[in-house]
Protein backbone atom coordinates (compact mmCIF):
# COMPACT_ATOMS: atom_id res chain seq x y z
CA UNK A 1 0.00 0.00 0.00
CA UNK A 2 0.88 3.86 -0.25
CA UNK A 3 2.00 4.34 -3.39
CA UNK A 4 2.85 7.30 -5.11
CA UNK A 5 3.26 7.77 -9.22
CA UNK A 6 4.47 10.97 -11.29
CA UNK A 7 3.94 11.52 -14.62
CA UNK A 8 5.59 12.10 -16.91
CA UNK A 9 8.82 10.13 -15.90
CA UNK A 10 11.20 11.99 -18.06
CA UNK A 11 10.13 15.16 -19.53
CA UNK A 12 12.59 17.53 -22.31
CA UNK A 13 11.14 20.65 -23.72
CA UNK A 14 11.93 24.46 -25.14
CA UNK A 15 13.09 27.41 -23.38
CA UNK A 16 9.65 29.33 -22.53
CA UNK A 17 7.16 26.71 -22.74
CA UNK A 18 5.23 25.16 -20.24
CA UNK A 19 5.01 21.55 -18.41
CA UNK A 20 3.15 19.84 -16.33
CA UNK A 21 4.00 17.23 -13.80
CA UNK A 22 1.70 15.17 -12.18
CA UNK A 23 1.35 12.85 -8.92
CA UNK A 24 -1.20 10.60 -7.99
CA UNK A 25 -1.47 8.72 -4.79
CA UNK A 26 -2.89 5.40 -6.11
CA UNK A 27 -4.30 3.12 -3.00
CA UNK A 28 -5.31 6.23 -1.08
CA UNK A 29 -6.00 9.78 -0.50
CA UNK A 30 -3.82 12.18 0.36
CA UNK A 31 -5.31 15.73 1.94
CA UNK A 32 -1.52 17.42 1.80
CA UNK A 33 0.97 16.51 -0.72
CA UNK A 34 4.77 18.03 -1.49
CA UNK A 35 6.84 19.03 -4.12
CA UNK A 36 10.67 18.84 -4.13
CA UNK A 37 13.23 19.56 -6.62
CA UNK A 38 16.70 18.40 -6.68
CA UNK A 39 19.60 19.38 -8.48
CA UNK A 40 22.35 17.02 -9.44
CA UNK A 41 24.56 15.92 -6.92
CA UNK A 42 22.30 17.95 -4.21
CA UNK A 43 20.16 16.95 -1.79
CA UNK A 44 15.98 17.22 -1.98
CA UNK A 45 15.21 20.94 -1.67
CA UNK A 46 10.74 21.27 -0.43
CA UNK A 47 9.41 23.53 -2.53
CA UNK A 48 5.63 24.11 -1.39
CA UNK A 49 3.30 21.83 0.23
CA UNK A 50 0.49 21.33 -1.89
CA UNK A 51 -3.41 21.23 0.03
CA UNK A 52 -6.27 19.63 -1.59
CA UNK A 53 -9.07 22.26 -2.13
CA UNK A 54 -6.95 25.37 -1.33
CA UNK A 55 -3.53 27.29 -2.26
CA UNK A 56 0.27 25.96 -1.68
CA UNK A 57 2.36 27.47 0.69
CA UNK A 58 5.78 28.20 -1.44
CA UNK A 59 9.25 27.95 0.63
CA UNK A 60 11.03 30.84 0.74
CA UNK A 61 12.55 31.50 -2.59
CA UNK A 62 9.92 29.27 -4.55
CA UNK A 63 8.66 31.64 -7.12
CA UNK A 64 4.92 30.91 -7.14
CA UNK A 65 4.03 32.38 -10.43
CA UNK A 66 6.36 30.37 -12.11
CA UNK A 67 5.73 26.79 -10.16
CA UNK A 68 2.23 26.84 -10.24
CA UNK A 69 0.69 23.77 -8.23
CA UNK A 70 -3.11 22.47 -7.82
CA UNK A 71 -4.53 19.98 -5.39
CA UNK A 72 -7.88 19.48 -7.06
CA UNK A 73 -8.16 16.25 -5.70
CA UNK A 74 -7.63 13.72 -2.93
CA UNK A 75 -5.78 11.74 -5.44
CA UNK A 76 -4.25 13.94 -7.71
CA UNK A 77 -1.51 16.89 -7.23
CA UNK A 78 -0.13 18.89 -10.50
CA UNK A 79 3.06 21.05 -10.66
CA UNK A 80 3.45 23.05 -14.05
CA UNK A 81 6.72 24.80 -14.49
CA UNK A 82 5.62 27.82 -16.59
CA UNK A 83 8.21 29.62 -19.29
CA UNK A 84 11.14 27.09 -18.79
CA UNK A 85 14.38 28.13 -18.88
CA UNK A 86 17.42 25.72 -18.80
CA UNK A 87 18.26 26.26 -15.04
CA UNK A 88 14.86 24.83 -14.35
CA UNK A 89 16.09 21.45 -15.52
CA UNK A 90 16.58 19.50 -12.62
CA UNK A 91 14.65 16.00 -10.67
CA UNK A 92 10.96 16.89 -9.55
CA UNK A 93 9.76 14.49 -6.53
CA UNK A 94 6.64 14.67 -5.17
CA UNK A 95 5.51 12.86 -1.86
CA UNK A 96 2.10 12.46 -0.65
CA UNK A 97 1.28 12.27 3.06
CA UNK A 98 -0.91 9.47 5.14
CA UNK A 99 -1.43 9.08 8.34
CA UNK A 100 1.28 11.71 8.85
CA UNK A 101 3.87 9.79 6.85
CA UNK A 102 5.47 10.84 3.14
CA UNK A 103 5.13 8.52 0.90
CA UNK A 104 7.44 9.61 -2.56
CA UNK A 105 6.80 9.43 -5.97
CA UNK A 106 9.71 7.73 -8.42
CA UNK A 107 10.47 11.54 -9.83
CA UNK A 108 10.07 13.21 -13.00
CA UNK A 109 13.58 14.04 -14.68
CA UNK A 110 13.13 18.03 -16.68
CA UNK A 111 15.17 19.08 -19.16
CA UNK A 112 15.09 22.05 -20.72
CA UNK A 113 17.06 22.87 -23.89
CA UNK B 1 12.68 20.71 13.46
CA UNK B 2 16.57 20.03 14.95
CA UNK B 3 19.50 19.64 12.42
CA UNK B 4 21.24 16.84 11.85
CA UNK B 5 24.51 16.03 11.45
CA UNK B 6 25.99 12.93 8.92
CA UNK B 7 29.19 12.02 6.98
CA UNK B 8 29.50 12.97 3.95
CA UNK B 9 30.29 9.27 2.44
CA UNK B 10 31.01 5.86 3.29
CA UNK B 11 32.11 1.98 2.30
CA UNK B 12 30.80 -0.99 3.88
CA UNK B 13 31.83 -4.02 2.09
CA UNK B 14 29.20 -6.77 1.09
CA UNK B 15 28.35 -8.97 3.96
CA UNK B 16 29.20 -7.06 6.25
CA UNK B 17 27.08 -4.45 8.30
CA UNK B 18 26.52 -1.11 7.31
CA UNK B 19 26.27 1.51 9.97
CA UNK B 20 25.68 4.96 9.43
CA UNK B 21 25.89 7.25 12.21
CA UNK B 22 23.73 10.89 12.72
CA UNK B 23 24.19 13.39 15.30
CA UNK B 24 20.96 15.55 16.39
CA UNK B 25 22.07 17.14 19.63
CA UNK B 26 19.90 19.46 19.46
CA UNK B 27 16.41 17.40 19.50
CA UNK B 28 13.90 18.11 21.66
CA UNK B 29 11.74 15.53 23.60
CA UNK B 30 8.61 15.45 20.95
CA UNK B 31 11.07 14.79 18.28
CA UNK B 32 11.45 11.67 15.96
CA UNK B 33 14.46 10.49 13.86
CA UNK B 34 13.50 9.31 10.76
CA UNK B 35 15.93 7.67 8.31
CA UNK B 36 15.23 7.41 4.48
CA UNK B 37 17.35 5.93 1.44
CA UNK B 38 17.55 7.54 -2.15
CA UNK B 39 19.00 5.33 -4.69
CA UNK B 40 20.19 6.90 -8.07
CA UNK B 41 17.26 8.78 -9.73
CA UNK B 42 14.47 7.37 -7.95
CA UNK B 43 12.41 9.04 -4.82
CA UNK B 44 13.40 8.64 -0.95
CA UNK B 45 12.47 5.44 0.39
CA UNK B 46 11.40 5.34 4.03
CA UNK B 47 13.16 3.08 6.07
CA UNK B 48 12.99 3.01 9.63
CA UNK B 49 11.94 6.05 12.75
CA UNK B 50 12.10 6.24 16.37
CA UNK B 51 11.34 8.22 19.36
CA UNK B 52 14.06 6.68 22.29
CA UNK B 53 13.77 3.23 22.14
CA UNK B 54 15.74 0.83 19.71
CA UNK B 55 13.26 0.07 16.89
CA UNK B 56 14.04 -2.91 14.09
CA UNK B 57 12.30 -4.06 11.01
CA UNK B 58 13.04 -5.56 7.65
CA UNK B 59 15.15 -3.19 6.39
CA UNK B 60 17.38 -2.22 9.56
CA UNK B 61 17.53 -0.99 13.14
CA UNK B 62 17.63 2.13 14.36
CA UNK B 63 19.86 2.62 18.06
CA UNK B 64 19.43 5.79 19.40
CA UNK B 65 21.79 7.33 22.49
CA UNK B 66 19.82 7.21 25.82
CA UNK B 67 20.25 10.83 25.79
CA UNK B 68 19.22 11.23 22.15
CA UNK B 69 21.33 13.42 20.78
CA UNK B 70 22.72 10.76 17.97
CA UNK B 71 21.84 7.24 16.57
CA UNK B 72 23.00 5.13 14.17
CA UNK B 73 21.64 2.96 11.54
CA UNK B 74 22.47 -0.65 10.99
CA UNK B 75 21.76 -2.46 7.16
CA UNK B 76 22.71 -5.96 9.27
CA UNK B 77 24.38 -7.58 6.05
CA UNK B 78 24.77 -4.80 3.18
CA UNK B 79 24.20 -5.89 -0.63
CA UNK B 80 25.22 -3.87 -3.30
CA UNK B 81 21.67 -2.91 -4.23
CA UNK B 82 21.77 -0.67 -0.44
CA UNK B 83 24.67 1.31 -2.40
CA UNK B 84 22.44 5.08 -1.97
CA UNK B 85 22.80 8.31 -0.14
CA UNK B 86 20.97 7.91 3.60
CA UNK B 87 19.16 11.00 5.16
CA UNK B 88 18.45 11.11 8.67
CA UNK B 89 15.91 13.80 9.21
CA UNK B 90 14.31 15.33 12.99
CA UNK B 91 11.19 15.85 13.06
CA UNK B 92 8.02 15.89 15.34
CA UNK B 93 5.93 12.90 15.40
CA UNK B 94 2.26 12.31 14.72
CA UNK B 95 2.01 15.98 13.56
CA UNK B 96 2.84 14.92 9.37
CA UNK B 97 4.01 18.09 7.89
CA UNK B 98 7.20 18.40 5.83
CA UNK B 99 10.24 16.83 5.47
CA UNK B 100 13.69 18.62 5.64
CA UNK B 101 16.42 16.91 4.13
CA UNK B 102 20.28 17.81 5.12
CA UNK B 103 23.14 16.50 2.69
CA UNK B 104 22.73 12.59 4.09
CA UNK B 105 25.97 10.02 3.87
CA UNK B 106 26.60 8.38 0.50
CA UNK B 107 27.06 4.85 1.19
CA UNK B 108 29.25 2.50 -1.23
CA UNK B 109 28.98 -1.29 -0.73
CA UNK B 110 31.74 -2.49 -2.69
CA UNK B 111 32.13 -6.41 -3.53
Known amino acids: GAVVSQHPSWVICKSGTSVKIECRSLDFQATTMFWYR ?26 KDKFLINHASLTLSTLTVTSAHPEDS ?14 FGPGTRLTVT | DAKTTQPTSMDCAEG ?15 EYVYWYRQI ?12 KNNETNEM ?13 LILPHA ?12 RKGNQGGKLIFGQGTELSVKP
Open chain 1, 38 to 63: QFPKQSLMLMATSNEGSKATYEQGVE
Open chain 1, 90 to 103: SFYICSAEREYEQY
Open chain 2, 79 to 90: TLRDTAVYYCIV
Open chain 2, 40 to 51: HSQGPQYIIHGL
Open chain 2, 16 to 30: RAANLPCNHSTISGN
Open chain 2, 60 to 72: ASLIITEDRKSST
